[in-house]
């Protein structure tokens, strides 16, 4: 687990309040503010206080935390915002410019403009090809 200096992390600044920002919801574990560049009005961003790098770093207990604090984030979000659903999603490393894990909310209207899950899709070539991905990844578990 990578543990950095506060002093390195802009999210330790603001949880510190050292740093400006929008706080919705704060707890002896967790805080959520609003993201200062939202896909949507009402995007919030939820991370334990306690710095660790990426989901893969959190314990248990802070994976328990930080998801209980996003449901109920999510749905104050869907509800503040008059929203008919939500995204919830963690950028790991590739994509994450903030190296603080957090849980992005985004408020969700049918015709809203983004189109499920926004990534190109691929196929596997055959079942044989399925059942050893199936097999390499449950290797590690
Ligand atoms: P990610 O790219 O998944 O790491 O997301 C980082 C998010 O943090 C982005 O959506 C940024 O807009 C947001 N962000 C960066 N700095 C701040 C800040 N000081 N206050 C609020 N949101 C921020």
């Known amino acids: 687990m990578t543990i950095r200096p506060s002093n390195e992390c802009i999210f330790c600044k603001?949880?510190?309040?050292?740093?400006?920002?929008?706080?919705?919801?704060?707890?002896?574990?967790?805080?959520?503010?609003l993201d200062k560049r939202p896909v949507f009005l009402g995007h919030c961003l939820v991370l334990t206080?306690?710095?660790?790098?990426?989901?893969?770093d959190l314990s248990e207990a802070q994976v328990?935390?930080?998801?209980?604090v996003a449901q109920k984030v999510g749905k104050a979000v869907e509800k503040g915002m008059k929203?008919?659903?939500s995204f919830i999603g963690i950028n790991n490393i590739v994509s994450q410019s903030v190296p603080h894990c957090h849980i992005h909310i985004?408020?969700?209207?049918?015709?809203?403009?983004l189109r499920g899950f926004f990534w190109p899709r691929t196929?596997?070539?055959?079942?044989e090809v399925m059942l050893a991905i199936q097999n390499t990844i449950k290797k590690f578990l």
């Open 123 to 127: 196929t596997y070539n055959s079942k």
């Open 14 to 33: 603001i949880i510190t309040g050292e740093g400006k920002s929008f706080i919705v919801y704060e707890d002896t574990h967790c805080i959520a503010f």
């Open 64 to 68: 328990k935390s930080l998801f209980v």
């Open 106 to 113: 985004v408020p969700r209207n049918k015709g809203d403009g």
């Open 49 to 56: 206080k306690m710095h660790v790098d990426t989901f893969y």
């Open 83 to 85: 929203a008919q659903g």
